[in-house]
Antibody, heavy 123, light 105 residues
Framework: EVHLVESGGGLVKPGRSLRLSCTTSGFTFGDFALSWFRQAPGKGLEWVGFIRSKSYGGTTEKSPSLKGRFTVSRDDSKGIAYLQISSLKIEDTGVYYC??????????????WGQGTLVTVSS | DIQMTQSPSSLSASVGDRVTITCQASQDISDNLNWYQQKPGKAPQVLIYDASFLEGGVPSRVSGSGSGTDFTFTISSLQPEDVATYFCQQYDSLPWTFGQGTKVE
């Protein structure tokens, strides 16, 4: 069974950095692209970025509205995807989800999601 | 960015009612559309991909249709377990974008 579990969230002060992890099991991690999303309290979903399978270059795409503070990476040996967020802002508060793309290149079609990890940015 | 306009933002219905949600894209996205269900405190669950294909395990009372800019999500006979928020999402071009959501009560 496919599982994705996010971790690394918590209470963080503005300006600090945070690395979120998406630990996976139940499938061949290296064969799939992984995406990150976020959801501010009481709001809709926002796509953050994704990383392609290494067989497709392992390249990343990010939402242009996030202005470079977000970095997606992956460790295929551990089956973990990461989201590094730098210079955290209060408006980064929300639940962060990872999801598995159906394909290695990043199609935008997702078939499994994690349960999310809450990031709260506050002084 | 492609804007996804979803309506209504909320609706109230009774068990057995037919429920319809629409999603309009700001430009042609072919059939590159997902529909999700999200229950409070839970992760989104994909119900429909490619605008009309049911994800495995999704009940047949759920359906999706449309192509181009106009899409419809339908629950033919609302059940208590269908109380949730529903989102559409386009994957025709980056950045992938979502509708604002429809809360079904």
């Amino acid at each position: 069974e496919v599982h994705l579990v996010e971790s690394g969230g918590g209470l963080v002060k503005p300006g600090r950095s945070l690395r979120l992890s998406c630990t996976t099991s139940g499938f061949t991690f290296g064969d799939f692209a992984l995406s990150w999303f976020r959801q501010a309290p009481g709001k809709g979903l926002e796509w953050v970025g994704f990383i392609r399978s290494k067989s497709y270059g392992g390249t990343t795409e990010k939402s242009p509205s996030l202005k470079g503070r977000f970095t997606v990476s992956r460790d295929d040996s551990k089956g973990i995807a990461y989201l590094q967020i730098s210079s955290l802002k209060i408006e980064d508060t929300g639940v962060y989800y990872c999801s598995r793309d159906r394909y290695y290149y990043g199609s935008g079609k997702f078939d499994s999601w994690g349960q999310g990890t809450l990031v709260t940015v506050s002084s | 960015d492609i804007q996804m306009t979803q309506s209504p933002s909320s609706l109230s219905a009774s068990v057995g009612d037919r429920v319809t949600i629409t999603c309009q894209a700001s430009q042609d996205i072919s059939d590159n559309l997902n529909w999700y269900q999200q229950k409070p405190g839970k992760a989104p669950q994909v119900l429909i991909y490619d605008a009309s294909f049911l994800e495995g395990g999704v009940p047949s009372r759920v359906s999706g249709s449309g192509s181009g800019t106009d899409f419809t999500f339908t629950i033919s006979s609302l059940q208590p377990e269908d109380v949730a928020t529903y989102f559409c999402q386009q994957y025709d071009s980056l950045p992938w974008t979502f509708g604002q959501g429809t809360k079904v009560e």
